[in-house]
């Protein structure tokens, strides 16, 4: 986690607490994005 620079001093703790909030939510996001682009055409018969 230090490539994102985390750390729980006042300044930053708000950016870490969101980032931490943020990052689990880009897993289901591709996951949809994905079915619904697969789902967009039929497939051909």
Not at 16 to 34: C, E, K, M, R
């Amino acid at each position: 986690m230090l490539a994102f620079r985390l750390d729980l001093s006042k300044a930053r703790q708000s950016k870490t607490i969101s980032l931490v909030l943020v990052i689990p939510l880009f897993v289901p996001s591709i996951g949809l994005a994905g079915w619904m682009f697969h789902t967009l055409y039929p497939a051909p018969c």
